[in-house]
């Protein structure tokens, strides 16, 4: 899904983070995104000390899917849809479907 790019606020729709906001850090393949404060585990790190690594329980950002998240409107505060549409010069951008404006 190219609709969401790094650096969109985004609001978790589905899951254990539902109603919170955080913004896209990175697009994986396989429709999911990493989000900031989103989704967040506890792993177990063995210690390695030939990297300098210390063993210990280390929280992590995981990869949510797409389907999960919308984007916010900032105007509204609120989950929104986006569109494609052509400006009069000829470049394609993404735009909100509820009031129409342009994403920045």
Do not use: C, W
């Not at 792993?43 to 990297?51: G, I, S, W």
């Not at 919308?70 to 951008?93: H, S, W």
């Amino acid at each position: 899904m190219a609709k969401l790019r790094k650096g969109d606020t985004v609001i978790v729709v589905a899951g254990k983070d539902k109603g919170k906001q955080g913004q896209v850090e990175k697009v994986l393949k396989d429709d999911k995104l990493l989000v900031t404060n989103i989704n967040i585990a506890k792993k177990h790190v063995k210690p390695n000390p030939d990297r300098g690594i210390t063993g210990g329980i280390v929280s992590k950002t995981m990869p949510i899917h797409a389907s999960n998240v919308a984007i916010l409107n900032p105007q509204t505060n609120k989950a929104d849809r986006i569109g494609y549409k052509f400006l009069e010069d000829g470049k394609k951008v993404r735009y909100f479907k509820s009031n129409d404006e342009v994403i920045a």
